[in-house]
C-alpha cells in the first residue's frame, strides 16, 4: 500500500525557515518524480515544486523560486522541501504527492495527508 | 501560461442525479493531459481521472471524463452521497507550472 507521510509543519515568523519532509513507502521510490502542492484553508491548489526520480530535474513555482528547495534521498524513501524567507503568503497547508512516472510532468496518483505551515508573528 | 476555468463555481444536485462538471483551458492541452481530482473536506485530493479520460484505480464506473483540446467535462453519472465533494482539473506534462482549476463544489440540493 503506498503511503506518504508528510512532517514538519509549524507556526513560524515571518522571514523564517522550515522543512517539510514526506516519508514514503510501498512503492519504488526512485523510479517516480515527487512533487508538492499547496494549499491556503478553503481555496485551490498550487503546484510548488518538483523533482524527477533522478533527482537531477528540480523545478519551481515563480511564486517559491529562489526559497525553497525540494531534494530527495532514496536511501530514506524521503522527499523534503526547504524554505526559507518565509512570508504569510506561504501559509498553507503542504501536500506531498507521488507522480506516475518518472519526470515531474506526470499527474498525481498518490497524496500524503499534508501538513500545516503558519506564517505569522 | 495556461489558464484553467471551472465554472460554475458550485453546482446543486440531489443524490441519484447526473452531474457534469466543465474545465476550460485558455489553450489547447495537448495529448489531453488533463486530471481530475477529488476532494473532500479535510482531506488530501484524490486522482480519479487522467489524460482526460481514464479512470485512476478504484475509481467508481459512475466517474467518467471527455473532452480535447480547450474543453473538458467530468461526468458523475449517478451521484451518490459520498460524491459531494470540490473536484479540480489540473493541466500536466511539458513544462512546469501544472496550473489547477479554481475548483468546482458539488452540494446536495
Known amino acids: 500500500d503506498v503511503q506518504l507521510l508528510e512532517s514538519g509543519g509549524g507556526l513560524v515568523q515571518p522571514g523564517g525557515s522550515l522543512r517539510l519532509s514526506c516519508r514514503t513507502s510501498?512503492?519504488?521510490?526512485?523510479?517516480?518524480?515527487m512533487t508538492w502542492v499547496r494549499q491556503i484553508p478553503g481555496k485551490g491548489l498550487e503546484w510548488v515544486s518538483g523533482?524527477?526520480?533522478?533527482?537531477?530535474?528540480?523545478y519551481y513555482a515563480d511564486s517559491v523560486k529562489g526559497r525553497l528547495t525540494i531534494s530527495r534521498d532514496s536511501s530514506t524513501n524521503t522527499v523534503y522541501l526547504q524554505m526559507k524567507r518565509l512570508t504569510v503568503e506561504d501559509s498553507a497547508t503542504y501536500y506531498c504527492?507521488?507522480?506516475?512516472?518518472?519526470?515531474?510532468?506526470?499527474?498525481?496518483?498518490?497524496w500524503g495527508k499534508g501538513t500545516t505551515v503558519t506564517v505569522s508573528s | 501560461e495556461v489558464v484553467l476555468t471551472q465554472s460554475p463555481g458550485t453546482l446543486s444536485f440531489s443524490p441519484g442525479e447526473k452531474a457534469t462538471l466543465s474545465c476550460r483551458a485558455s489553450?489547447?492541452?495537448?495529448?489531453?493531459?488533463l486530471a481530475w481530482y477529488q476532494q473532500k473536506p479535510g482531506q488530501a485530493p484524490r486522482l480519479l481521472i487522467y489524460?482526460?479520460?481514464s479512470r485512476a484505480a478504484d475509481v467508481p464506473e459512475r466517474f467518467s471524463g471527455s473532452g480535447s483540446g480547450t474543453d473538458f467535462t467530468l461526468t458523475i453519472s449517478r451521484l451518490e452521497p459520498d460524491d459531494f465533494a470540490v473536484y479540480f482539473c489540473?493541466?500536466?506534462?511539458?513544462?512546469?507550472?501544472?496550473?489547477f482549476g479554481q475548483g468546482t463544489k458539488l452540494e446536495i440540493k
Open positions: 504527492a507521488k507522480t506516475a512516472g518518472a519526470m515531474v510532468y506526470y499527474y498525481m496518483d498518490v
Open positions: 510501498g512503492f519504488t521510490f526512485s523510479s517516480y518524480a
Open positions: 523533482i524527477s526520480s533522478s533527482g537531477s530535474g528540480k
Open positions: 489553450q489547447s492541452v495537448s495529448s489531453n493531459f
Open positions: 489524460d482526460a479520460s
Open positions: 489540473q493541466r500536466y506534462g511539458h513544462s512546469p507550472p501544472y496550473i
